[in-house]
């Protein structure tokens, strides 16, 4: 079965540090994945998105970016960190094309969240 | 800009009753999802509807899609307390693509 890891789960930063958040899956092959971030009590806002290693599409100009070093790994990082980067960060993971019985459905998998505070 | 929109932003309700909301999007989509998420945990998705779809069914949850008025509705029966929980709208409108709207905090009071 596929699973997906986010780490770390929490973290507390200071404005001007550095971030890196990573996101592994596992059980598949080939996912496109995604990085969402969630201000409190909203609504989730695409990032980034990847449809293979080195392949990433960013939705929104911001201090962020992200890598795939590998066909099931996405890290999210910035060189700087702003007090507007604070929010909850969700990696997930969609079936490619050559999926099984889930392909083409567009349901997407989420990680447990990364809780980023930066102060 | 979020491309769905959740009607009514929170709910609170008692077991045993239905609960439903309502989602508003604004292009045309491929499909819509709906998606529930429990306080600071991931998202986890509970159905999707194709957009030549106008119902579906999946246990106690009923979802509808009118294209024509661009809008979709989530209708949980005989609620349950463990259906306290946020639920999103998502369109997938471009092939990778899913936007949330900003979601409907749900309580199930016992």
């Known amino acids: 079965s596929q699973t997906i890891h986010q780490w770390p789960a929490t973290l507390v930063q200071p404005v001007g540090s550095p971030l890196s958040l990573e996101c592994t899956v596992e059980?598949?092959?080939?996912?496109?994945l995604y990085w969402y971030r969630q201000a409190a009590g909203r609504g989730l806002q695409l990032l980034f998105y990847s449809v293979g290693i080195g392949q990433i599409s960013s939705e929104v100009p911001q201090n962020l970016s992200a890598s795939r070093p590998q066909d099931r790994q996405f890290i999210l990082s910035s060189k700087k960190l702003l007090l507007s980067d604070s929010g909850f960060y969700l990696c997930a993971w969609r079936g490619g094309m050559q999926e099984g019985p889930r392909a083409n459905t567009g349901e997407l998998f989420f990680g447990e969240g990364s809780r980023l505070t930066v102060l | 800009s979020q491309q769905g929109e959740e009607d009514p932003q929170a709910l609170s309700i008692q077991e045993g009753e239905n609960a439903t909301m309502n989602c508003s999007y604004k292009t045309s989509i491929n499909n819509l999802q709906w998606y529930r998420q429990n306080s600071g945990r991931g998202l986890v998705h509970l159905i999707l509807i194709r957009s030549n779809e106008r119902e579906k069914h999946s246990g106690r949850l009923r979802v509808t899609l009118d294209t024509s008025k661009k809008s979709s509705s989530l209708l949980i029966t005989a609620s349950r307390a463990a259906d306290t929980a946020s639920y999103f709208c998502a369109t997938d409108y471009s092939w990778g693509k899913l936007q949330f709207g900003a979601g409907t905090q749900v309580v199930v009071t016992p």
């Open positions: 059980g598949t092959s080939n996912p496109n």
